[in-house]
């Protein structure tokens, strides 16, 4: 039963409604790092990517969280998926597994997040389709279903793509100008200030210090370019036993071709 309502769903996917339980969403989490708001996602190619997850309560008044999965198309079309997982398990973990929602032929999409909200627009073949989601200014617990067994919300791949249901939509607060500073990280890789890079117009950039997470700025992402920030290598690559301070070490971060990492007390940049 739950297999053919999906191939039903799927089928109808291209005028997908909002999942109608993400009205009732907490918070959103496990936001991708590097995807730009609003940007297409073109990389990497034919890769499995964890865009985004949502919390919240499902109709038995569980916490639950979906993970939202995107396979970037490349020798194929692209796939975005939504996976139901518990609070405390982890979005990757999921990505092989053939539950949830699933939505083919994806030929692009591009997605943004605020404080507020998200929204998500999906190509698919020659049609598309977006998600507008409105964080409620303040939560109320979903009232249960009326006339449906308990097992209509227990099956763990079942999604439900009801109408959405009315929300306290708040206006968006006025965006912060590009290059203004959205993160704050110290030298010594404590945090300054709280990330508010959500709320970023154009999505954010990082200039890369050595830390996990360097110094974040509002405005378009231009690493390894000339007089832009360096480009910060993936953290596995770095070796934990290691110092990256870019005043002794650079090594964490690199340029395009004929530029240099140059360094600013612990900050690099390209020149």
């Not at 139901?84 to 999921?94: K, L, N, Q, W």
């Not at 303040?138 to 009315?166: C, E, H, N, R």
Request: with cysteine; charged share 25%.
């Amino acid at each position: 039963m739950i297999s053919l309502l999906f191939i039903i769903l799927i089928g109808n996917a291209i005028s997908a409604p909002v999942p109608g339980h993400w009205d009732h969403v907490l918070e959103i989490t496990d936001r991708h790092e590097f995807y730009q708001n609003g940007s297409l996602v073109v990389k990497p190619r034919d890769a499995w990517q964890t865009l985004f997850s949502l919390v919240y309560y499902d109709r038995n008044l569980t916490r639950q969280k979906d993970c939202v999965f995107y396979r970037v198309p490349g020798d194929d079309a692209g796939v975005l998926k939504v996976q139901t997982v518990s609070p405390g398990e982890r979005c990757d973990d999921y990505y092989f597994r053939d539950q949830g929602l699933k939505i083919d032929d994806v030929r692009s999409l591009r997605f943004s997040i605020a404080d507020t909200g998200f929204w998500l627009d999906v190509q698919r073949g020659e049609k598309r389709f977006r998600w507008d989601v409105v964080l409620p200014g303040s939560f109320k617990k979903p009232l249960p279903a009326s006339g449906l067994s308990s097992s209509d919300f227990k099956a763990p791949g079942l999604i439900f793509l009801a109408p959405a249901m009315a929300s306290n939509r708040r206006k968006f607060d006025p965006f912060p100008k590009n290059d203004t500073l959205c993160h704050g990280i110290n030298d010594d890789c404590t945090e300054a200030t709280p990330s508010t890079c959500t709320s970023c117009e154009s999505g954010w950039y990082e200039v890369p210090n050595g830390c996990g997470v360097g110094p974040r700025y509002c405005g378009f992402l231009r690493c390894g370019k000339k007089n832009g920030p360096a480009c910060r290598r993936g953290l596995r690559w770095q070796r934990k036993d290691d110092e990256f301070d870019c005043r002794t070490n650079s090594s964490f971060a690199y340029c395009g071709t004929g530029l240099t990492v140059v360094c600013e007390g612990r900050k690099a940049f390209c020149r």
